[in-house]
């Protein structure tokens, strides 16, 4: 199974794909190019949920010995390295189809939207794994990926901030009980870039340094957005540059989005000193249909991520007792745009584990 499981993994660059297919459904006329522009959405939001209520789940955990052979296996760290040539170079051709390519207004949004969120998968979500590890250039890898989704706060603010504080009030992206995705977008967005900073100054302070100093980590991934932004601007032009921020901004609320689903409305027990309880895995939302964790590198095992937030994807674990989603991430997307349904769907599964926790 986990040799399986290991060319599975290649999966995950379906998803990166989907941009050039749909140029291509454009050009030779399988599609109305303005209707192409919008094919990755529709794979990924359509066909993707489809194909995992289809193949179903994998609840399977590698043993102690397995689990520690396969966090030492180098292919599993290649593939993850391999996303940061692959979204460079992804970004700056897309840019140059938002110009190229025969889009009316409905195809250019459609052309940003897939872009976006082809980036927040590809980008963030492996950005994500990486910003995790103790090697000196995988958190490195994941801060030059956040760069080309403008959102290089998330390498600090997530690891130093949201691990911290989850699944508690202090957290920017853990969403209470009965709060709508949309506020809490909009929200986390300002509060998850401002903490970055916050933490950042913090720092440099204890370590009796200046804000403005060269090992201010924000100020150094702003530098590298900025020559990343200088060299589509002179390379592409306006509408390059333009496109490039706004897939950036489309990537960073299809993660706050995922954040939205991945804690909603649970919540860590204040203790009798006032501190919170240490974080397990019942404070994160499980999935684990199979298909969508494969193209995801199993960021759907969101509750041992927790838990042990140094594991790597391919050793993570599937727990029983933590809650349990009821598809994976690309459905659970669609139902939280729609408040009134996500509420239906959620809210009895959220009582029905508080009450198995009592």
């Given amino acids: 199974m986990h040799r399986l499981k290991a060319l599975g993994y290649l999966l995950a660059f379906i998803t990166p794909a989907l941009m050039p297919i749909s140029a291509s459904m454009a050009r030779n006329g399988t599609l109305p190019p303005d209707l192409s522009a919008w094919f990755p959405l529709f794979f990924l939001f359509v066909l993707l949920p489809l194909f995992d209520y289809v ?93 080309t989704v403008n959102y290089f706060g998330f390498k600090i603010e997530h690891v130093r901030g949201h691990h911290v504080h989850v699944s508690t009030p202090q957290d920017a992206s853990s969403a209470p009980l009965g709060c709508s995705v949309y506020p809490f977008v909009a929200q986390g967005l300002w509060r998850n870039t401002r903490n970055a900073w916050k933490l950042e100054a913090d720092r440099l302070r204890r370590a009796q340094l ?62 009798a000193d006032g501190r919170y309880e240490r974080t397990t895995h019942l404070h994160s939302w499980n999935s684990n249909y199979l298909l969508t964790n494969l193209m995801l590198f ?55 584990f508080q009450a198995q926790q009592a």
């Fill in 55 to 147: 193949i179903g789940k994998d609840a399977s955990n590698p043993d102690e010995i397995e689990a520690e052979r396969l966090q030492l296996r180098r292919w599993y760290l290649v593939l993850t390295l391999a996303c940061l040539p692959i979204q460079l170079v992804l970004v700056y051709w897309a840019s140059v189809q938002f110009s190229a390519l025969p889009l009316g207004i409905a195809g250019k949004i459609g052309w940003v939207l897939s872009q976006g969120v082809v980036s927040g998968i590809l980008a963030i979500n492996v950005a994500h794994e990486l910003i995790h590890k103790s090697s000196r250039f995988e958190p490195v890898a994941g801060g030059l990926l956040l760069c």
């Fill in 210 to 271: 200046p804000i403005l100093h060269w090992r201010n980590e924000m100020l150094l991934w702003s530098a590298v957005t900025l020559l990343m932004a200088a060299g589509i601007a002179l390379s592409v032009g306006a509408q390059g540059l333009i496109f490039c921020f706004a897939q950036g901004l489309v990537a960073a609320i299809t993660l706050e989005v995922i954040n939205y689903i991945e804690h909603y409305g649970l919540a860590r027990r204040r203790l």
């Fill in 298 to 352: 199993q960021l759907q095992r969101h509750s041992d991520h927790h838990e042990t937030a140094k594991r790597r994807y391919q050793a993570l674990r599937h727990y029983d007792a933590s809650p349990q989603l009821p598809g994976g991430y690309a459905a659970m997307f669609l139902l939280a745009l729609v408040p009134p349904l996500w509420k239906r769907v959620i809210h009895p599964r959220v009582a029905k």
